[in-house]
């Protein structure tokens, strides 16, 4: 069992605090995504688990056993760096192998996982290359390679797709995902990309200013946003929000239109998601801006009484800058938002 759990962790570096009193549980086998925007601690975190920074308070555990202590190599960890950080004057097989000749394992196991890896990693062929002979995308393999190879209780990775280009990127997420899930080793993920992090994990913790502000699977973080900033950051393009103001009854007056929502006696503010958007006769009355083909679909940019306002269409319809649209929201994708705490309200 491979569970992590991380109690009250805060790091402070002098003054500074980039972490406050974390606390994470990631189950056995599960693939965890630290998801946030630069300087939002999730490198620090990732550091703290893999013993590459201390602690300033909090504990952390790893299958039933206490882990902050020890040193990086008695954890049971592995690490995939966003450099690859291959070693270039050995071949795609030493590299795979690094790790296992350090714990002087027989040479016949060796040879085995090296094998094995290779296999699950789709560079077989490629065992007997030296690194500078590799692609971006067959040095990143190897990298991944070398810390299965290990057979690590948990596998930790630094944005290690983020020096690949973007059809190297999808090809990769995916045989991330089907590897990790072969191998049944509990992983932790850090990245900024939104896309990278919903089409990988089982589950996302949204990090921001030194909290996790959000854990839950990418289909809970993308329809029910515990905070206004989660709303903000996931999805591309990021959910409308418009002031609405308390008439009577769970009634509100959002631009000028009544909606329904919350029982609530403070202002608020609502929240749609762009491709939640429908044409209708009756609904928001908005003036379009910019007009962005997609191919598949339509991205437009509007005004609605002075505030931005996306709308994700479909490609068929033909809208052009300056033309007058009435949106209808999907009544079960609205959300509404504390603009004082930044919670959702049910």
Same mark, same amino acid.
């Given at each position: 069992?491979?569970?992590?759990?991380?109690?009250?962790?805060?790091?402070?570096?002098?003054?500074?605090?980039? !972490?406050?009193?974390?606390? !994470?549980?990631?189950?056995?086998?599960?693939?965890?995504?630290?998801?946030?925007?630069?300087?939002?601690?999730?490198?620090?975190?990732?550091?703290?688990?893999?013993?590459?920074?201390?602690?300033?308070?909090?504990?952390?555990?790893?299958?039933?056993?206490?882990?902050?202590? @020890? /040193?990086?190599?008695?954890?049971?960890?592995?690490?995939?760096?966003?450099?690859?950080?291959?070693?270039?004057?050995?071949?795609?097989?030493?590299?795979?192998?690094?790790?296992?000749?350090?714990?002087?394992? /027989?040479?016949?196991?060796?040879?085995?996982?090296?094998?094995?890896?290779?296999?699950?990693?789709?560079?077989?062929?490629?065992?007997?290359?030296?690194?500078?002979?590799?692609?971006?995308?067959?040095?990143?393999?190897?990298?991944?390679?070398?810390?299965?190879?290990?057979?690590?209780?948990?596998?930790?990775?630094?944005?290690?797709?983020?020096?690949?280009?973007?059809? @190297?990127?999808?090809?990769?997420?995916?045989?991330?995902?089907?590897?990790?899930?072969?191998?049944?080793?509990?992983?932790?993920?850090?990245?900024?990309?939104?896309?990278?992090?919903?089409?990988?994990?089982?589950?996302?913790?949204?990090?921001?200013?030194?909290?996790?502000?959000?854990?839950?699977?990418?289909?809970?973080?993308?329809?029910?946003?515990?905070?206004?900033?989660?709303?903000?950051?996931?999805?591309?393009?990021?959910?409308?929000?418009?002031?609405?103001?308390?008439?009577?009854?769970?009634?509100?007056?959002?631009?000028?239109?009544?909606?329904?929502?919350?029982?609530?006696?403070?202002?608020?503010?609502?929240?749609?998601? /762009?491709?939640?958007?429908?044409?209708?006769?009756?609904?928001?009355?908005?003036?379009?801006?910019?007009?962005?083909?997609?191919?598949?679909?339509?991205?437009?940019?509007?005004?609605?009484?002075?505030?931005?306002?996306?709308?994700?269409?479909?490609?068929?319809?033909?809208?052009?800058?300056?033309?007058?649209?009435?949106?209808?929201? !999907?009544?079960?994708?609205?959300?509404?938002?504390?603009?004082?705490?930044?919670?959702?309200?049910?």
């Amino acid at each position: 069992m491979a569970e992590i759990q991380i109690k009250n962790i805060a790091k402070r570096f002098g003054t500074y605090q980039a !972490l406050h009193n974390i606390d !994470l549980t990631i189950s056995d086998q599960e693939f965890m995504v630290l998801l946030g925007a630069s300087g939002c601690g999730k490198s620090t975190l990732l550091r703290i688990i893999a013993g590459l920074e201390t602690p300033s308070e909090g504990e952390v555990w790893i299958g039933g056993r206490r882990i902050d202590h @020890l /040193p990086p190599k008695d954890r049971g960890i592995a690490m995939v760096f966003q450099n690859y950080a291959v070693f270039p004057h050995l071949t795609v097989f030493e590299n795979i192998g690094f790790g296992l000749r350090m714990q002087k394992m /027989p040479n016949d196991e060796v040879t085995r996982r090296v094998e094995r890896t290779a296999e699950l990693m789709h560079i077989e062929q490629l065992t007997g290359r030296y690194s500078g002979e590799l692609s971006g995308g067959q040095r990143q393999r190897v990298a991944v390679a070398r810390a299965l190879a290990m057979e690590p209780d948990v596998i930790l990775m630094d944005e290690p797709l983020s020096n690949l280009d973007a059809l @190297l990127r999808l090809e990769m997420r995916a045989e991330l995902k089907g590897v990790l899930a072969e191998s049944n080793t509990t992983a932790i993920y850090v990245t900024h990309d939104q896309v990278e992090a919903m089409s990988l994990a089982d589950r996302i913790s949204v990090m921001h200013e030194g909290r996790i502000v959000q854990a839950a699977t990418p289909v809970e973080v993308y329809r029910n946003p515990a905070e206004r900033f989660v709303a903000s950051f996931i999805g591309n393009p990021p959910m409308n929000f418009l002031p609405a103001t308390p008439v009577k009854g769970g009634q509100w007056s959002v631009a000028g239109q009544m909606m329904d929502g919350p029982s609530a006696n403070k202002a608020l503010e609502f929240a749609i998601r /762009p491709e939640d958007l429908k044409i209708a006769d009756s609904g928001l009355t908005a003036v379009a801006k910019v007009v962005e083909p997609l191919g598949a679909h339509l991205l437009v940019t509007c005004a609605v009484e002075g505030h931005q306002f996306r709308a994700v269409l479909d490609s068929d319809l033909v809208v052009k800058p300056g033309e007058t649209l009435t949106f209808a929201p !999907l009544a079960d994708r609205v959300r509404w938002f504390d603009p004082d705490t930044q919670k959702a309200v049910a």
